[in-house]
């Protein structure tokens, strides 16, 4: 009698094992999976927030002046005052008249594809354009010094047209039509 009932508790414990232990135990096993991925997950912002850290860091280490000049390169808006300010300068220290200054609104677009009427779009600079033109009356030589003041300058200017009149006693008439960057 008591090997049957030895058995019947052997069986019972095997059963209970299988039927009670073994969910507790994977149940178990998955919930140390999910701590290892969330222990990861953990570590990895972590890591972002150190280098958020030493990056905001760096950016407070910056001199002012160094990031007003950053803003002069390419401002947080139009500035087409500080545009028309740069343009007199140039000129004036080179002794070149400048003529006339004209700002150009430039529509924005979308371009569409012909096939199965899918709209393609280019990918959207991080910057915006401001365009102009101006004109100036200078010698050959005058001109060639203002080109390369606005190439060395620090504000960056695509001329992207010239034409030029002839005129009397070595001064020409120049157009330029230049574009200038500002932040989105």
């Not at 232990?21 to 969330?38: M, Y």
């Not at 007199?88 to 150009?104: A, P």
């Not at 050959?140 to 006693?169: C, H, P, Q, W």
Request: no cysteine; charged share 25%.
């Amino acid at each position: 009698m008591k090997a049957v009932t030895t058995i019947i508790l052997l069986l019972a414990s095997v059963g209970l094992v299988f039927f009670v232990a073994k969910p507790v135990w994977s149940d178990t096993a998955s919930l140390r999976a999910e701590q290892a991925a969330v222990s990861d997950a953990l570590a990895r912002l972590k890591d972002l927030q150190s280098l958020r850290d030493d990056l905001l860091k760096t950016y407070n280490e910056i001199p002012r002046n160094k990031i007003e000049r950053l803003y002069d390169l390419l401002p947080p808006k139009p500035d087409s005052g500080n545009i028309l300010v740069m343009l007199e300068k140039l000129t004036r220290d080179r002794n070149i008249r400048l003529r006339r200054v004209e700002f150009i609104k430039e529509a924005s677009s979308i371009s569409q594809s012909a096939g199965a009427g899918k709209i393609v779009t280019k990918e959207a600079p991080k910057f915006n354009t401001i365009s102009y033109s101006f004109t100036i009356s200078a010698p050959y030589e005058g001109f060639r010094s203002l080109l390369s003041a606005m190439e060395k300058n620090l504000r960056i200017i695509d001329v992207t047209d010239i034409s030029f009149v002839g005129g009397a006693s070595n001064l020409f008439e120049f157009t330029l039509k230049a574009k200038s960057y500002y932040q989105k």
